[in-house]
């Protein structure tokens, strides 16, 4: 059997070793220490936040998030309906209500005009629950949380301007966009916060792990209180609020610290491998791909993500899929838009359903910076080979 060719798997740089093995010869294996204060150090150089919580996965840092822009029972929260679910699971954590916003073709994120228009009736009280009608008690929302869609920065411009206007916090899920940029500023330092992951997928990895970025010492020093169980400062263990244990472990931080020495070198790599899609994809009528739109937006391209038109191409994104699993290559349909996900089917949904047609005709192919040349030439022969 051919061997395993993953979406985009682990791809370490031969550093990491010496940063964990300091921490087992110095018994640093808890919680917190030196390659954890130095992790976030990196990250503070690397994006230019000035303040940096490392954090035991993206999901912590969006919940703790949350919580610091004070989001309670019963808020509405707006929130990108084409991402994960990990995304949007932290404001159902805190009894809140999601209101899901389309993407735009531009960049495959939100949309800032069904983003208006979802604030407006949130503060009129015209909301409605997608499939009942009902109409929702509302008011202004307590956040807004556009992601950066497979490192492609969303239309920050517009967003920023918008959420000024209205005066709501901006949370940037920057989870699969560390080392993108949006008018030569990282993503994730435009909101009052910024989330990344580190989960073992992703451009670095830590094997789990996260990260809340923000301009705001306060804030920060805030989100590592509630971070290490919201311990009081006490000589016994005394706690006046509900606190978490996300806090990034030592051990972790070290692999994370090897691994942003090559994060410029991977950023390079996986915009290699979408050149080379490109390369021969890009001229085939019905198969378009998730571009920059011009030169404010600099993508990681964590993932390359492509539609496909079945009509003009004459096969389908599962054809396709699933004729790369026959040949033990792994390919993704792009995130099921989270107004169709059944649990969140009663939310309220703003948008023209681009993000349907997304997801009904859209495929992540391998994109992992190890790609072997013999790798790719197996991608492109069983690719063209379905096409043909």
């Not at 990260?211 to 006046?240: C, G, K, M, N, V």
């Not at 991977?266 to 290699?272: A, F, I, L, T, Y």
């Not at 390919?331 to 009663?346: A, V």
Request: proline share 5%; net charge negative; charged share 20%.
């Amino acid at each position: 059997m051919k061997s395993k060719i993953w979406l985009s798997s682990p791809h370490m740089g031969g550093s990491e070793l010496n940063f964990v093995n300091e921490a087992y010869s110095t018994n640093w294996v808890a919680p917190l220490g030196p390659n954890v204060n130095g992790f976030e150090n990196d990250i503070q150089n690397f994006t230019g936040a000035k303040h940096c919580a490392a954090l035991s996965s993206g999901t912590a840092a969006l919940h703790l998030a949350l919580i610091l822009v004070d989001v309670q029972p019963g808020d509405y929260v707006i929130c990108q309906s084409m991402t994960f679910s990990a995304s949007a699971n932290p404001i159902a954590y805190l009894g809140a209500n999601p209101v899901f916003i389309d993407s735009e073709l531009e960049t495959w994120n939100m949309s800032p005009e069904h983003l208006e228009e979802a604030i407006k009736d949130g503060m009129e009280g015209k909301l409605k629950a997608s499939h009942s009608g009902r109409m929702l008690a509302a008011g202004k929302p307590k956040a807004i949380i556009p992601v950066h869609l497979y490192g492609m920065p969303a239309n920050m411009e517009a967003i920023v301007g918008i959420a000024d206007r209205y005066d709501i916090p901006i949370i940037e899920d920057a989870a699969e966009s560390l080392g993108s940029t949006y008018r030569g500023k990282s993503t994730g330092v435009y909101g009052r916060m910024g989330v990344l992951s580190f989960n073992g997928n992703k451009i670095i990895t830590t094997s789990g792990g996260g990260a809340l970025i923000s301009e705001d010492e306060a804030t920060i020093e805030r989100a590592r209180f509630l971070a290490t169980q919201a311990r009081d400062d006490a000589p016994h263990y005394q706690h006046s609020h509900i606190g978490y244990n996300y806090r990034m472990s030592n051990i972790l931080a070290g692999i994370g610290r090897g691994q942003m020495k090559v994060l410029p070198a991977r950023v390079q790599e996986r915009r290699e491998i979408n050149m080379w899609y490109r390369s021969f994809l890009q001229d085939i009528e019905g198969i378009t791909f998730q571009s920059e739109s011009d030169s404010d937006y600099h993508s990681n391209f964590w993932l390359t993500a492509i539609t496909i038109d079945p009509v003009i191409v004459g096969i389908s994104r599962e054809d396709l899929r699933l004729s790369l699993l026959r040949d033990n290559i792994e390919s993704r349909p792009l995130w099921k838009p989270m107004h169709l996900q059944p649990i969140f089917k009663d939310a309220p949904y703003y948008g023209q359903g681009i993000s349907d047609k997304l997801f009904q005709y859209g495929l992540c192919l391998p994109s992992g910076s190890n790609l072997t040349d013999g790798d790719q030439e197996r991608i492109k022969e069983s690719i063209l080979e379905c096409l043909n």
